[in-house]
């Protein structure tokens, strides 16, 4: 990862396709072990017909190969409520495992996991085998279809940060769940976190996240990832992934300890996008979840409305 902001491109197909996987908005019904996950790994053309004209981000995550490098997932089923190894492997155009990688943020590969209904996230750091095989235990709480996102650098002279995606699919009964509503102020495990600024298609916007708890700005926020602050961002449908990092890291002589942390971040095109802020206090990483509209979809132009959600999903580490 950089700290630039890194997107991966979009298709107007794709949305439609992924709504209707493992019964999105119908009755609540069974998802098997035979169930393979659709694939949806190259993808091609311009972003959904709401985009502002502007120029998109570079792409990345929704593509299994790019640059000569290919995720090879090799667990593609889990059971819901059962922990088990996630295994996979970064795979270049030889067909090797690719066992060298770039530390960046304190970190050889970052993984996210997340439910196509984005109600369920996780950030992971797995471990490597001397033959280039990541494996890492999860334990995923709902039947239905995830997206795996490895993000890394091969050390490779002159190799750029790559974001890959694939399909993963969890069997058990599914029942969908709607996308939690727009809202600027998320709790989690006694802490609530304030956004302060909005997406804008084609144009970089600050996003300010601040801290607090008990009523009281945090001030004392631990350094996570090199960071006071890690931010996620993937958007409802195609699930395209967005990743930033601070403006500034700890020790650098004028970035604080919170209350706040802030982003610059681009949207690519307008849409509904879900935000995932990890922060690191008293020795405990923490998620805080908001869902905010980017563009035409900030003032409903274009865009249907999400039913309200009980809670802000789900998240680990």
């Known amino acids: 990862m950089h700290a630039g902001l890194r997107i991966t491109a979009f298709a107007a197909a794709l949305a439609a396709t992924f709504g209707t996987a493992y019964g999105v908005g119908q009755g609540v019904g069974p998802v098997t072990e035979d169930e393979t996950p659709a694939r949806h790994d190259a993808h091609t053309g311009d972003s959904e017909s709401g985009h502002s004209g502007h120029e998109s981000p570079p792409a990345g995550g929704l593509q299994v190969s790019e640059n000569g490098y290919t995720l090879d997932l090799r667990t593609t089923r889990l059971a819901a409520g059962r922990t088990a190894d996630l295994r996979f492997a970064i795979r270049g155009d030889d067909g090797r495992a690719v066992t060298a990688f770039r530390r960046e ?3 050889e590969l970052h993984l996210i996991v997340a439910s196509r209904d984005l109600n369920t996230y996780r950030h992971l750091h797995p471990t490597r085998a001397a033959d280039g095989t990541w494996s890492i235990p999860v334990s995923l709480p709902r039947a239905g279809g995830y997206r795996v996102f490895a993000d890394f650098t091969p050390e490779k002279k002159g190799a750029e940060n ?13 029942a969908p769940q709607n996308l939690p509503a727009p809202d600027t102020t998320a709790t989690t495990e006694g802490y609530e976190v304030k956004l302060d600024g909005a997406l804008r298609p084609g144009a970089a916007r600050e996003l300010k996240l601040t801290v607090s708890r008990n009523g009281r700005p945090v001030t004392d926020l631990q350094p996570y990832l090199g960071a006071y602050g890690h931010l ?3 958007r409802s449908g195609d699930l395209a992934y967005l990743h930033v990092h601070p403006g500034g890291e700890p020790g650098d002589g004028s970035t604080e300890p919170g209350p706040d942390i802030s982003f610059a971040a681009t949207a690519p095109s307008s849409g509904t996008y879900r935000l995932f802020l990890d922060f690191k206090h008293e020795g405990k990483v923490h998620t805080a979840a908001f869902t905010v509209r980017a563009g035409a979809a900030a003032t409903g132009e274009g865009a249907s409305e999400e039913a309200p959600h009980e809670s802000s999903g789900e998240h680990g580490h």
Request: hydrophobic letters at 45%; a negative charge.
């Open 105 to 107: 943020h304190d970190k």
């Open 162 to 174: 790559l974001t890959l995606g694939a399909d993963l699919a969890v069997s058990g009964t599914y």
């Open 232 to 234: 996620v961002a993937l």
